[in-house]
């Protein structure tokens, strides 16, 4: 066995992809389909569905609110991966750089979104 | 010269360390039969043309390994690919991807050979076993759990496919790891966690971003991205259930 290896902290990074691809290859059609396609032009669902009222309460709800963050967090942190190892995969090999700006921005907007949806009260 | 003797043009990557700075390439028109391998292309040129030309062989009948090369830019055993496929286009073959070139179509293959050692290629018992235990049965399940890795012929076409090894030469790659997993499936070996700590280091499976050409140009069906893969839920399951394990995999 080698010696001095050092281990990989790919895990949480993997963790995070695996997670939020399977959540949007779950969520992110149908997400599409509601909030861009079937609400704007008034297909299928009630005219009212994503009112400021309902959405309201929908974020204010605590269910409500652990699948926005998983929606904006997972959906950001699995982008942020893929597009790390594109970037690697297409030859540019930034490192750290970009490293810190693909997770980092991906770890910011999920701070924010927390921050947003507790403040929005219970 | 029969009549049904067809002619093909074989452009080859050449190579010669003390004299080239670099590699080039050559076309050599190949009188061939319906029944010549790519192989059998270049032994004609090496016979016929250039006795200079290097490349590996042995067995002919993809069993050795040793004859992989790029073909058309796609790494293949060139003892089981046939000329009769690619006329009347011209035909490339070159060194094996992304490994140096020692000669012509010859690659160097010490690094991959380390990769091999480094995974413990052996059975290492769970615990000592005296003689009137006797022998390690075996259910058919239990054998079915690793048989297919035992498969691999070493010929290193799925490393020459992996784009991951292309960037990262230290990444340990498909067939050790296949071969990492084949011993760890073995229900006689227990040395799972000892392998553990290359698995999940920076040299390990998380280099891997499941492309999965390695499992499509593998002559033996090993299926090496899938045990790559099995292997990252298992360094994941290692990285974060470690603390709770008395002996975790590794640091
Ligand atoms: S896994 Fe397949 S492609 Fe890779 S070295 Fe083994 S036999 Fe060749
Ligand atoms: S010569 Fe043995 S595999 Fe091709």
Redesign the interface.
């Known amino acids: 066995m080698k010696s001095g290896l050092k281990r990989s902290n790919a895990p949480i990074f993997w963790g995070l992809f695996g997670a939020g691809g399977m959540f949007s290859a779950l969520f992110g059609p149908m997400l599409v389909f509601i909030t861009g396609i079937a609400v704007p032009l008034g297909l299928m669902l009630p005219a009212n569905t994503m009112s400021y009222a309902k959405m309201m309460a929908f974020a204010q709800n605590i269910i409500g609110k652990g699948f926005i963050l998983a929606v904006i967090a997972l959906f950001l942190w699995f982008a942020a991966h893929r597009i790390f190892h594109s970037l690697h995969e297409i030859g540019i090999h930034a490192g750290v750089g970009a490293k810190l700006l693909c997770y980092g921005s991906a770890f910011i907007a999920t701070v924010i979104s927390a921050v947003v949806l507790l403040s929005l009260g219970f | 010269m029969s009549e049904n003797l067809k002619i093909i043009e074989i452009e080859v990557l050449r190579y010669h360390p003390e004299s080239d700075r670099e590699p080039h390439l050559e076309v050599y028109k190949v009188p061939f039969t319906d029944d010549m391998s790519v192989l059998q292309g270049a032994q004609y040129i090496k016979d016929n043309f250039d006795g200079s030309l290097t490349f590996r062989w042995s067995c002919r009948m993809a069993i050795c390994g040793s004859c992989g090369m790029m073909i058309n830019g796609i790494p293949k055993l060139s003892c089981e690919t046939f000329l009769r496929d690619y006329h009347p286009n011209r035909i490339r073959i070159e060194a094996l991807a992304h490994f140096p070139i020692e000669k012509d179509l010859v690659v160097d293959l010490s690094g991959f050979i380390e990769k091999l050692e ?1 995974i ?1 290629p052996y059975i290492i018992p769970k615990e000592p076993r005296s003689l009137e235990q006797g022998e390690y049965l075996q259910s058919p399940q239990q054998f079915n759990d690793y048989i297919q890795f035992t498969s691999c012929i070493n010929c290193t076409l799925c490393y020459a496919a992996c ?1 991951q090894f292309g ?1 990262n030469p230290d990444f340990i790659g498909p067939a050790a790891i296949a071969l990492l997993h084949r011993y760890n499936m073995d229900s006689r070996d227990g040395a799972a966690e ?2 553990m ?2 698995v ?5 499976v ?1 280099n891997c ?1 499941a492309v999965g050409y390695c499992s499509v140009v593998c002559p033996k069906h090993v299926d090496p991205a899938n045990a790559v893969n099995i292997n ?1 839920t298992n ?2 399951k290692d ?2 259930l470690r603390f709770l394990s008395p002996k975790g995999g ?2």
């Open positions: 480094s413990q784009p960037l000892e392998r700590e290359l999940a280091s920076e040299e390990g998380f971003s990252k360094a994941a990285y974060f590794s640091k």
